[in-house]
């Protein structure tokens, strides 16, 4: 996708969280009776806003630099920095003359309501799409290249246990989960024998790295229409064929078709191909599975030329069937919890493995460059790999507003619990200087992380 469309979908993922995180700080300060003076999306330095309008005693306005968002509650030390209530009797609307206990909400307030929009978009999937299955008796394509090729996994290879424990479907076989796992093995079945691969400590940096997982079920290259007045209609190429070798290379997978002929724009090639004759009379032809047809069918060999776009005229007949099983509300809204739970622990997990040292820093973070591309790609996909692209970013967002850091809501957390327990405040000197560290540190990680976008792309 082009520059402006990047962008586009880049400010629109930053909006939705960053407003929807605000939000929970905004209503938790509001049901305390708390002044809100301003609620900002984007941020406004130097005064610079694309709008503004008070509404009683708030200021909302859309920043320049959408690259964040705040809300500055009366009498909290934030990232505003401000210092006008310095010296002054704290006052009933002002966030420091609350009890500690509805201060340590209203921090928690943003992280709440980011776990609350992941919940609901998985919950919302599930309800309206059910639980997707893909049976793991499909064998394994592996991409050249790929972890899993690195770890002696093959095309062909059908995946059985994983951590010791059986998969019943690909969904199960390449949970997120795993990949945090302190250790990660698969046992697989390759020409009647088991065998066990071991993955890589620093898996995830890895797949993060060559920007894809490298493994799926194997789509065969099952032809679902053949166009007219193009070189395989020409050839004598006909709807169901199950194209088996491309000169003389045998070929599995749809992927290896597509290109070998991209590969040979304007050259002859030889098509080795199979086709079942019952599914011209009369059967139908979603009974007729590529495993019939690689057994059962009659073989043809025909030389065929791709036009100059590398294009022989055909389109692939989807073989591999997913199943769905629709879910009542009350299913949905556990398998949408459970979902969420599952993400934010492998969210801690990968964190864990990163400041451990067991992934590369560099290549497992991710600044506004890298999250606009890949929010470009997921919306490409279509508006569910967006939405599941939100709800990843949102629990990310979450857990990294989680860490004691001074400027995050996990640092102000800590400072008010602090408070709580000497049953004083700590000096305002005190509390602004812990600020401008934590601000000055943010700025830096935040540099160091558009640095590494741009060098590492």
């Known amino acids: 996708m082009d520059v402006l469309s990047t962008t586009f979908f880049f400010i629109i993922a930053i909006f939705i969280l960053v407003t929807t995180h605000e939000l929970g700080h905004f209503l938790t300060a509001k049901l305390f009776g708390m002044r809100v003076d301003k609620f900002y999306i984007g941020f406004d330095f130097f005064n610079l806003r694309l709008w503004q309008k008070t509404i009683g005693e708030t200021e909302y306005g859309l920043g320049l630099f959408p690259l964040g968002g705040y809300v500055k509650i009366a009498g909290m030390v934030d990232e505003s920095l401000d ?45 309206a799409l059910g639980e997707s299955r893909t049976s793991i008796k499909n064998p394994a394509f592996v991409e050249k290249g790929s972890v899993f090729e690195t770890m002696g996994i093959k095309t062909g290879d059908l995946l059985q246990l994983a951590n010791s424990k ?13 990949f945090t796992a302190r250790s ?11 065998i066990t691969v071991d993955a890589p400590a620093n898996i995830l940096s890895t797949i993060n790295e060559k920007k894809s997982l ?8 099952v032809i679902d229409e053949v166009l007219k007045k193009m070189p395989a209609s020409n050839a ?21 078709v597509v290109g070998i002929i991209s590969a040979n724009a304007n050259k002859p090639i030889t098509l080795t191909w199979k086709h079942l004759k019952r599914s011209l009379t009369g059967q139908k032809d979603q009974k007729i599975t590529a495993a019939a047809i690689r057994t059962e069918g009659q073989t043809f060999v025909t030389t065929v030329v791709p036009n100059s776009s590398g294009k022989i005229g055909i389109s692939l007949k989807q073989t591999i069937v997913s199943e769905r099983r629709k879910l009542s509300l009350p299913e949905s809204i556990v398998s949408g919890v459970n ?57 990310s967002l979450a857990i990294i507003n989680m860490l004691p850091i001074p400027a995050l809501d996990g640092g102000q957390f800590v400072l008010n619990a602090i408070e709580g327990i000497i049953r004083r405040e700590m000096p305002f000197e005190l509390k602004m200087r812990i600020q401008q560290v934590g601000m000055a540190l943010l700025l830096g990680l935040f540099a160091y992380i558009l640095v590494n976008d741009l060098l590492n792309p």
């Open 214 to 221: 490298g493994i799926r079920p194997i789509v065969p290259p």
């Open 236 to 256: 004598g190429v006909v709807p169901g064929a199950l194209i088996t070798a491309i000169n003389d290379t045998a070929v599995t997978d749809w992927t290896e």
């Open 339 to 395: 979902q969420t739970w599952k993400m934010s622990a492998m969210t801690v997990q990968g964190f864990a493995k990163i400041f451990t040292g067991q992934e590369d820093f560099r290549k497992s973070v991710g600044g506004p460059i890298k999250i606009a591309k890949i929010a470009s790609q997921s919306a490409e996909q279509g508006p569910v790999s967006f939405l599941y692209f939100l709800s990843m970013l949102s629990l």
């Open 166 to 178: 059986r998969v019943e479907s690909w969904e199960e076989a390449l949970d997120p989960a795993l």
């Open 83 to 127: 210092t006008n209530f310095q010296g002054e009797e704290p006052q009933p609307w002002e966030f420091r003359a609350k009890p500690v206990w509805q201060r340590l909400i209203v921090l928690a307030g943003g992280v709440g309501m980011n776990i609350i929009l992941a919940a609901t978009i998985f919950i919302g999937i599930t309800l």
């Open 184 to 194: 990660l093995h698969y046992t697989l079945l390759r020409d009647e024998k088991s």
